[in-house]
């Protein structure tokens, strides 16, 4: 079992910059791939971004060039730097852990919430007004 735990969401003014972490323990030795995914009110979970052991990392194409993903393996955590917010990244940000390292690939993105190897934190909030 992993479990996560995300923190540093907020409200911000479009244009703002906010950072996120997600904090794992558990069987953190089992992890291939981490991520950030999103989901909006109305709208399915969406990937944002995804990091393997070795600092790969895959980026939306949306957030390309605003965020960043970054993962330390020693203290089993996760980042995600997020400047130039828009308020279309509003939503709920949860962080996922999976043992299967293909989900760092975004095409494998849209099945990780139903996959049954995959874990993920409660999320943490981020709203972006105009």
């Known amino acids: 079992q992993v479990q996560l735990v995300e923190s540093g969401g907020g409200s911000v003014h479009s244009g703002g910059s906010l950072s996120l972490s997600c904090a794992a323990s558990?069987?953190?030795?089992?992890?291939?791939?981490m991520g950030w995914f999103r989901q909006a009110p109305g709208k399915e979970r969406e990937g944002v971004g995804t990091i393997d052991r070795d600092g790969r990392t895959t980026v939306a194409y949306s957030v390309k060039g605003r965020f960043t993903i970054s993962r330390d393996n020693a203290k089993n955590s996760l980042l995600l730097q997020m400047v130039n917010l828009e308020p279309e990244d509003t939503g709920m940000y949860y962080c996922?852990?999976?043992?299967?390292?293909?989900?760092?690939?975004?095409?494998?993105?849209?099945?990780?919430?139903?996959?049954?190897?995959?874990?993920w934190g409660r999320g943490t909030q981020v709203t972006v007004s105009s």
């Open positions: 996922l852990a999976a043992k299967d390292r293909k989900f760092c690939y975004s095409a494998w993105w849209v099945t990780a919430e139903g996959h049954e190897s995959n874990y």
């Open positions: 558990g069987d953190t030795d089992s992890i291939a791939c």
